[in-house]
């Protein structure tokens, strides 16, 4: 079967399956080492399908950056150092390759985050992967597997603005892409949030839908969607593709605490699954790396021709 068929989720337990291990299910690996979890992310993004060379390198550069901070910020962990691995064609341009890594040590220094080498190869595409380390003290770290009854779903910030560059963007009414990975990894509430009470935490890269089926799988509880987060969505039928599409890398989470300062999505409950606003059961299962279409700038590309 090809892999575009059975898609993301089932291809990842299929090959937790192979190593004879159950699938952590977290966006970091959490490595003990005495008081402290050593906290360990990797992310990828390739040409075509999360960027176009003809965008901002520096904005590319920044964006790998981020997606790995956002993921030691939803554990809330401090990030350390980062190695990246990058692949090139041959005739790209030198230049092209300075301005992104230049966006690369502009974002590091921004969060006080060491640059410790990495790889380079040759390859048809751009492809750039970057690993972050972080720590977190043990008890202190988020999961996505601390939702309880009687909880509120939060998110760190409204969404849409990221969902809305998307969908201009392959509306052709988009004349900037670089607003579509301009995103910001939410290591900047940490402080605030050491004094809440934090049950669960995801970032949002894939979709609301996906990040609540997540917490609710792992939790082993219901979440009901009951508010609209979405600051731009035009109807239900833009609302729920914002909740499905993701790529603001906000942070969604649980408390039991009553919050003025976040914009409320929900309530966990007894049960599972997610229902939405509309009192949907089956809702989309919002972004796969293998089955979803419309971020992928190949798709645009082939549109346009």
Known sequence: MEIGK????????????????????????FFSIGDKYLLLAVDTINER???????DPGSIGKFLV???????????????????????????EERWVTKMVSGIKGELKKHDVKFSGGDLKESDRISLTGMVIGEVQKGKEFRRSGARPGDYVYIS???????????????????????????????????????????????????????????????GVMIRIERDVSENSRNEGEREAIYAMGGDYELIFTSPQKLSD??????VMKGKGVVDLNGKRKIPDGFDHFRTTPRRVRDFHSKKS
């Open 262 to 267: 976040f914009p409320l999505i929900g309530k």
């Open 157 to 219: 910030s409204k969404i849409g603005r990221n969902e809305r560059a998307i969908m201009d963007y392959y509306s052709g009414k988009l004349t900037t892409p670089e607003k579509i990975i301009d995103i910001r990894p939410r290591l900047d509430l940490l402080g605030k949030f050491s004094k809440l009470k934090i049950t669960s935490c995801i970032d949002n890269s894939d979709g609301i839908y996906k990040s609540l089926g997540l917490l609710s799988k792992m939790s």
């Open 49 to 55: 399908y999360h960027f176009d060379s003809s965008w």
């Open 6 to 29: 059975s898609g993301e989720r089932k291809l990842i337990e299929k090959i937790w399956r192979i190593f004879g291990e159950r699938n952590e299910d977290e966006d970091v690996h």
């Open 66 to 92: 981020d997606i790995n901070l956002s993921d030691i910020a939803a554990k809330n962990g401090r990030p350390l150092e980062m190695m990246v691995s990058f692949s090139f064609p041959r005739e790209l």
